[in-house]
């Protein structure tokens, strides 16, 4: 089992910026890719970015790339989500997850995190 936890999400303003972590515990962090998720009131879940095992490969979700960074580091069974110039759409709960393969479809990731609340206000 794989144990995933969020923190960093808060109320900020437009322009702002946060930084999303997630703790993994468990097995073998620096085998698992990691993938930021998104999901807004009476929304589905949406990718935000993913990272390799290594840390060498990201990909984003396109109108992201640019004010959204991911990042990870091995030795600390941590990986993180720089989000700058938020906008008030980028309000939603923030999840970290999982997964063997390096994808962007949330039906590949195996754990999940609680969720981490980011609200942006106008």
Excluded: H
Aim: glycine share 10%; charged share 20%; aromatic share 14%.
């Amino acid at each position: 089992q794989l144990q995933l936890v969020e923190s960093g999400g808060g109320l900020v303003q437009a322009g702002d910026s946060l930084r999303l972590s997630c703790v993994v515990s468990g097995r073998t962090f620096s085998t698992y890719n990691i993938g930021w998720f998104r999901q807004a009131p009476g929304r589905e879940r949406e990718f935000v970015a993913v990272i390799d095992w290594s840390g060498s490969g990201t990909y984003y979700e396109n109108s992201l790339e640019g004010r959204f960074t991911i990042s990870r580091d091995n030795t600390k069974n941590t990986a993180w989500l720089q989000m700058d110039d938020l906008k008030p759409e980028d309000t939603a709960v923030y999840y970290c997850a999982a997964a063997s393969t390096y994808a962007y479809s949330a039906r590949r990731y195996d754990y999940w995190g609680q969720g981490t609340q980011v609200t942006v206000s106008s």
